[in-house]
Nanobody, 125 residues
Framework: VQLQASGGGLVQPGGSLRLSCKAS????????FSWFRQAPGKERDFVAG????????YNEDSVKGRFTVSRANADSTVFLQMSSLESDDTAVYYC???????????????????WGQGTQVTVSS
């Protein structure tokens, strides 16, 4: 599956953004999709993921209930709705996909074989 991420931009603290990840290829509904992010000088971290059943999993240490991940199988698109954005959310956001045998969502980037190109999110006043 090939992935195309979009929706990043510059937003003020407290604002909202919705990222999209458009997938091309067969069997979209069989894939698990996740969002990772990489801030300057830091490692790429898991943010949120959605199982093939539609269940969302979050890195609560960083998300703190502010983000919502979802999928629209009919449009082969995955979304990350981000609200109450903080300066620490500034990063390049990547979507990733993998076929997974269970309804869980893997959190390690090593488990994902398909990656989008990344979209920059900058939170600044």
């Amino acid at each position: 599956v090939q992935l195309q991420a979009s929706g990043g931009g510059l937003v003020q603290p407290g604002g909202s953004l919705r990222l999209s990840c458009k997938a091309s290829g067969p069997l979209f509904s069989r894939y698990v999709f996740s969002w990772f992010r990489q801030a300057p000088g830091k490692e790429r971290d898991f943010v949120a993921g959605v199982s093939w059943t539609g269940h969302g999993i979050y890195n609560e240490d960083s998300v703190k209930g502010r983000f919502t991940v979802s999928r629209a199988n009919a449009d082969s698109t995955v979304f990350l709705q981000m609200s109450s954005l903080e300066s620490d959310d500034t990063a390049v956001y990547y979507c990733a996909a993998t076929r997974w045998a269970t309804t869980d969502v893997p959190r390690s980037e090593r488990d994902y074989g398909s990656w989008g190109q990344g979209t920059q999110v900058t939170v600044s006043s």
